[in-house]
């Protein structure tokens, strides 16, 4: 389980609580985190390194206390601390002669498939190049109201490993791993030196988020988790100002939490998982226990439509299964409940499927 030897591509999340010092940049931590990432890439493998703090480095730049909750002012933050954040990272990083690239993300860049492909074909020339990836939310424009945010960057870095096949995904955090109590409030919590699957009652015990300018906790690493399993990804959470952690880590040492993979989708597939869907489809029993036994989905089957979407985008099916739908919502609506002889003179050409079996994932499902 702790055999990382043939690991050849690690996501590294480094925490706002690990960055900070008294509510300030601790450039020290960041100087040392650049020296261990050195020597991983040093030693041959690709990382992406995946930060938060901004927010809270322009709120100490802006003289701000307390806890940062209006979103304009969270974005204005953010704004001012990403750059300080950056400039930070690249100082250190070109003390050992590696450079670092700036990749700021919403959702919706995962979600559109064209954007998805074009981030992924940039970072591998990235790592190809031997730079080192530095990811971030775009919190400066990204907001939950407008559905463009991830809500916090541990389930972003377990969709970044996700999108470019890593096989370990390393989360620095303020605790050194996974407890079997809250180890805040019982003195007899016990580490678990390895989990192999996240359970509902995992995440409902997982408590709220332990910082005034993060957004993580407990439940969001879980969720992480949940996220990278699909790729075939194993998860080690650790206590990121830990010496040395991140060779202790690779290296095997029982050092921290880690988290078996749970199946490895393609990467299609893991696409569709983990896009958030732009709308539902309501079918009937026959036409889901079709698609279930690996058939096209017909509009035949079809009894209801509802959200906005186009042709080329992921929508939900009964709430049990992701589709990369072949039709807009407009053109579903008027073919709900139509055989598929009656297509062509409805919307005029000629495609048959819904979906086919390889643009549906199920969510309940430990494979393909």
Not at 16 to 39: F, K, M, S
Not at 43 to 51: E, I, M, S, Y
Not at 249 to 274: D, M, P
Not at 302 to 309: E, K, P, R
Request: aromatic share 4%.
């Amino acid at each position: 389980m702790r055999n990382f030897r043939s690991v050849r591509r690690v996501i590294v999340k480094v925490g706002t609580n690990v960055l900070t010092h008294q509510g300030t940049l601790d450039r020290a931590y960041i100087a040392e985190l650049a020296a261990q990432v050195a020597l991983v890439v040093k030693g041959g493998r690709n990382v992406c390194l995946v930060t938060s703090g901004a927010i809270g480095f322009g709120a100490s730049a802006l003289n701000l206390t307390g806890p940062v909750k209006d979103v304009v002012l969270r974005q204005a933050c953010a704004a001012v601390g990403q750059p300080l954040l950056m400039q930070a990272y690249r100082e250190s990083f070109s003390r050992h002669g590696l450079e670092i690239a700036q990749v700021l993300l919403t959702r919706e860049v995962l979600n559109n498939r064209i954007s998805y492909v074009k981030l992924r074909n940039a970072v591998e020339r990235l790592l190809e190049m031997g730079i080192v990836p530095v990811f971030n939310e775009n919190d400066s424009v990204a907001t939950a109201e407008i559905g463009t945010a991830f809500g916090d960057n541990d389930q972003l870095s377990a969709l970044i490993a996700s999108k470019v096949d890593a096989e370990l995904l390393i989360l620095l955090s303020d605790i050194d791993g996974y407890y079997d109590a809250d180890p805040r409030r019982n003195p007899h919590a016990v580490r678990l030196d390895s989990v192999e699957h996240v359970t509902p009652e995992m995440i409902t015990a997982a408590g709220e988020a332990g910082s005034q300018y993060g957004t993580g906790g407990m439940v969001t690493k879980l969720k992480a988790v949940q996220i990278a399993a699909d790729g075939g990804c194993r998860v080690v959470l650790a206590h990121g100002k830990d010496p040395d952690i991140l060779n202790r880590i690779l290296s095997g040492e029982s050092v921290g939490t880690v988290f078996t993979a749970r199946r490895n989708l393609k990467n299609r597939s893991r696409w569709i998982l983990h896009s958030e869907p732009r709308g539902w489809i309501t079918v009937d029993g026959g036409a889901l226990a079709a698609i279930r036994n690996h058939n096209s989905l017909l509009p035949t089957g079809i009894t209801a439509v509802s959200g906005l979407f186009e042709s080329g985008e992921v929508v939900m099916v009964n709430d049990v299964v992701k589709i990369v739908s072949g039709f807009s919502s407009a053109e579903l609506t008027s073919l709900i409940g139509k055989h598929s002889s009656e297509i062509r003179a409805i919307v005029g050409d000629g495609r048959k499927n819904i979906a086919r079996p390889e643009d549906m994932v199920f969510l309940d499902e430990d494979g393909e």
